[in-house]
């Protein structure tokens, strides 16, 4: 096989299984060629990467050595995708009671989720994360398009039991928005003792549903690795209750009634 035809198989290959060791040997044997060129193309790659600020290949010494990829999306390669995000949602036809936005459209793009979860699994890179937990239903593809970045699984907290999955855990938790007490529930089999794991929301006002999931991740023994929401609104009235976060937008004014609006970069961009 040529080089060029070569260098294409290897970079999709490589790109597909993030944080997955891929051996030499694996590659030698798969398109039949010297190891010194197969760790010439590896360089090639990871140089190439690395120039796009797509993230990088990581070496692991040894007999069961290899690379690993990295997707750790840079400060330049992040900021024109953000800057169009706060663009769209600057649009005043968003509006919704109570100063929500409506977001289901870019939820419900494949694509622009995708480059979502790209932004916050850079952001977590070296968390060592374990699995990625969300809240149903919104935060759902957030969620997993962040586990796939990271290549871990995706853990569902619920209002109400599935009986698909059987024996849950529940916690009463105090919503910070309405002030309600919620339930939220998460079946005994998601999650290993001492798991680290990252909670993913679409948006966040005063963080009562994140702190429920962080309270919950406490009946599993499990840690929380990092935060992130998609959009947070500034709101003087609330008193926030989760602190160490990452933002991707931040909405810093939402009035229905005078129909202003005004949207923008989160403090994410500057964790990278």
Do not use: W
């Amino acid at each position: 096989m040529k080089r060029s035809k070569r260098l294409v198989s290897m970079t999709r290959y490589i790109i597909e299984h993030p944080y997955t060791l891929i051996s030499l040997p694996f590659f030698v044997e798969k398109f039949g060629s010297a190891k010194s060129s197969i760790s010439e193309d590896l360089g090639i790659i990871d140089e190439r990467f690395q120039e796009e600020g797509t993230g990088y290949l990581a070496s692991v010494a040894g007999a069961s050595g290899g690379v690993k990829y990295i997707p750790a999306y840079s400060q330049s390669y992040g900021t024109p995708f953000v800057d169009h995000l706060c663009e769209k949602l600057s649009d005043t036809g968003r509006l919704l009671p109570g100063g929500y936005l409506f977001m289901s459209d870019l939820l419900g793009d494949p694509r622009t989720v995708n480059d979502i979860g790209k932004m916050f699994a850079s952001v977590f890179v070296d968390r060592e994360i374990d699995a990625v937990m969300t809240v149903a239903t919104k935060g759902i593809p957030l969620a997993y398009a962040v586990a796939a970045h990271l290549n871990v699984p995706v853990v569902i907290a619920r209002r109400d039991p599935k009986v698909t999955e059987g024996s849950t855990v529940s916690i009463n938790y105090v919503s910070g928005s309405t002030r309600k007490i919620q339930t939220m529930v998460l079946t005994k089999r998601s999650l290993s003792p001492g798991s680290n794991v990252c909670i993913i929301d679409d948006f966040m006002k005063a963080g009562g549903t994140i702190n429920g999931m962080k309270n919950l991740l406490k009946e599993f023994d499990a840690q929380v690795a990092g935060i992130g929401v998609l959009a947070e609104a500034e709101d003087e009235e609330e008193e926030r209750v989760v602190d160490d976060y990452v933002s991707l937008l931040r909405i810093l004014h939402a009035d229905d009634r005078t129909k202003e609006i005004e949207v923008e970069a989160g403090n994410l961009l500057g964790r990278l």
